[in-house]
Every structure is written in C-alpha cells, then in structure tokens.
C-alpha cells in the first residue's frame, strides 16, 4: 500500500535530499511525495530536477501559513514530514518577523490541518540550537530548552507546540534535533558552502571572533537517513536528537576548507562576533542509535571532500544565488 507523504520545504537543501532519497533507487518503493515549498530565496526548484519526472512525485507552490491551503494538502496525505522553515541565524538577528511567522505560526496552522483531518504521522524537523550553548558534555532530548538567537527561540517554540499537540489531542507527532549539517545543495549563506564558494573564486572568508566556536557537523545523507529512520521507526510524542559525531571549533574547519580548496590563512578575515553566538552545540544521539539503530556513517573527510568537489563541479547551480544570499 502506498504511503502518501506531504514535505514541506521541499525544495530546500535538506528537505530536497530527503525527496530525492524517498524517489530514489535506495528508497521504500511505497511512497507518494508532494513537495509543499513558497519557493523563498532558498528554495530552489532546480533541487528537485531528478525527480521530477517520478511518477510519485507532485509539486505545489504555496505557503505553509495559508489555512485553505494546508487543510486541502494535508486532508489528502498519510503523513506529514516538516522541514520548512526560516533557518538563518544571521537574518533573524536583522529581523526576526519573518521567523516567528513561518516557524511558530506555520507549524501551528500545519499541526491544525492535521488534527482535522485525523492524519497518521506528524514528522517535525527541529535543530540542536534550541537547546543553546553547552559548555561540557552533550546535551540530551529531556535537556532544558534555551534558545539563544530568534532563529533558535522559533524553533523551540515550534517544537513545543507540535509536542503540545501529541500530549493535548493524542496525535503521532515526533521531532528530531539534529547537528549542523553540510553537503552538496547547500544554500551558500551557510558557513560551509559560503567558504568554499568563496574560496574558488579567490576571495576572503570572514570568521567570526576568535573561530574558537564548536560544532557537531552531520552529513546530509546520515541526516536523510535518520529522520527517515523517526518517520519509519520512531515513536509518537518521541524527540529524537541526530548527530554526526564530528566535533570541530569553527577554527578548525576553516584550516580544512582552506586546504581543500589551496587557499592560504591569508584568505581569512577575522571579524567582530556575531550577537549572542553560541560557544558549542552538543547532541546526545544515544536515544535514536540504541532505539532505532543509527549510525553516522559518511567519514568527515571523505564527505567534507566531497562537498567541495560537488561545488567546483556545479558552478551552474550556485553562481546564479550568489546575489540572494548577499547579508
């Protein structure tokens, strides 16, 4: 029997992987798509070229906070997987409007559409940065929540309401929290693609404050991987944290990114840190991997490599973004 699978976002970096990885030869072979995205300055429609022509796959263009218009999607689907979303740190410093709207209010008008229509299950795409800088150690899914940028603070909020909704009406939500992900589709405002585009054409990176800044950095094929794992396997009302098992200070990761693209320390621009940046994200991914058994299983180097080959490779993809992800 075929599952009909409404994601939001799309046509977003994450949320397009997880459609072509559904479609794709590695796929469950039991799923119908439709991608719900409004096509924003990250959306981009070229993501979804290889699967496109699937005969399980539909588009439709459209807002995630539009009532009408989320009652009649979600009313003709079993499941809803969630991605999209307002996802810049640095933008929501500027302007946080936007956020609140599409993250707190769009999950909230989505979660009504499928309370009335009595859906299966609820899949909501949440992020490590709710939980906010973590000193030592890692944080769990029963860790306190204290966002610190707007962009977190709407995640967080969204996560509470979806939760809200399991424990309130008895719906199979479920939420996964994951690391900083990285690879090939990534919108190049984010601190990986922005360095490595960067860098091909010869040009200077800004790092932020002393680069002394830790993250947990996940593949996108593990991400994929494990919400697919939630989405198949996990349990209603459950968070489940995804991460990748590399710990690297934003330091660090420049020295990479530079040696992968033969580019010198004198292409680095240390600049003024950004308001509130949190010092380390940590996730505890010990519940999904002895509840669901994940496992990170893309090698950093080899991926990181990866990542850069596939932009050197695909000029064609992000020349023609470069303007949209001008701060």
């Known amino acids: 029997m075929t599952t009909r699978v409404l994601v939001t976002g799309g046509a977003g970096f994450i949320g397009s992987h997880y459609v072509r990885t559904l479609l794709g030869p590695q796929g469950p072979g039991d799923v119908h798509v439709t991608v719900l995205d409004s096509l924003t300055y990250a959306g981009n429609p070229a993501n979804l070229d290889p699967v496109r022509n699937r005969p399980g796959f539909s588009f439709v263009r459209g807002d995630i906070c539009d009532p009408v218009l989320a009652g009649h999607l979600v009313g003709r689907h079993d499941q809803v997987v969630h991605f999209a979303a307002e996802s810049h740190v640095d933008r929501s410093i500027l302007g946080a409007a936007e956020f609140v709207r599409t993250n707190a209010v769009g999950t909230q008008n989505l979660l009504d559409a499928a309370l ?3 859906l299966g299950t609820f899949v909501h795409i949440s992020t490590d940065e709710v939980y906010g800088s973590v000193p030592t150690g890692s944080s769990s899914e029963s860790a306190p929540l204290s966002p610190n940028s707007p962009y977190a603070a709407s995640k967080a909020s969204s996560d509470l309401i979806a939760l809200s909704y399991h424990r309130t009406h008895g719906m199979d939500v479920r939420v996964t929290r994951c690391s900083n992900n990285y690879g090939h589709h990534h919108f190049p405002e984010k601190l990986i693609p922005r360095f490595i585009t960067t860098l091909l054409d010869g040009g200077q990176v800004p ?20 919400i697919e794992l939630v989405r198949t396997r996990g349990l209603p009302g459950r968070v489940y944290n995804i991460g990748g098992g590399t710990e690297l200070t934003n330091k660090e990761l420049t020295g990479l990114l530079l040696e992968a693209c033969a580019a010198g320390w004198d292409s680095v621009e240390y600049v003024e840190d950004r308001k509130g940046h949190d010092r380390r994200y940590s996730v505890d991914w010990s519940r999904i991997r002895d509840e669901l058994g994940y496992r990170p299983r893309k090698d950093f180097t080899a991926g990181l490599a990866e990542t850069v080959r596939w932009y050197r490779d695909n000029r064609a993809w992000w020349e023609p973004l470069m303007t949209r992800a001008a701060l």
């Open 116 to 118: 009335r229509a009595g």
């Open 207 to 226: 790092l932020y404050g002393d680069g002394l800044n830790v993250r947990d950095w996940l593949h996108i094929d593990d991400h994929v991987a494990g």
